[in-house]
């Protein structure tokens, strides 16, 4: 059975930091390509940064500010968040795309940034 579960969202004041995790199981972590993406209300998700083949992308907004790392010993997928600001609020999901074209997602950390 595949998951993938999220923890470490929060509420957070601006400049603050919040590391959010994303367990996987069920599928071969290490060669999937894995990303993070933020959903606010009435909007679509939009991608935030992905992961894969040992390399990272990042949406402009986020660059030089969050960090997208892996652990596939632990078959977890992280992402550092610096320098925290209100338009960083949503829902955050980890998504996960196999090698055989299977996509995975999880159930979303609310990550609120307010003061």
């Known amino acids: 059975q595949v998951q993938l579960v999220e923890s470490g969202g929060g509420l957070v004041q601006p400049g603050g930091s919040l590391r959010l995790s994303c367990a996987a199981s069920?599928?071969?972590?290490?060669?999937?390509?894995v990303s993070w993406y933020r959903q606010i209300p009435g909007k679509e998700r939009d991608l935030v940064a992905t992961s894969v083949g040992g390399r990272t992308n990042y949406a402009d907004s986020v660059k030089a500010r969050f960090t997208i790392s892996r652990d596939n010993a632990k078959n977890t997928l992280y992402l550092q968040m610096n320098s925290l600001k209100p338009e960083d609020t949503g829902v955050y999901y980890c998504k996960a795309v196999t090698n055989w074209g299977m996509v995975y997602w999880g159930q979303g950390t609310q990550v609120t940034v307010s003061s």
């Open positions: 069920g599928f071969f972590f290490s060669s999937a390509a």
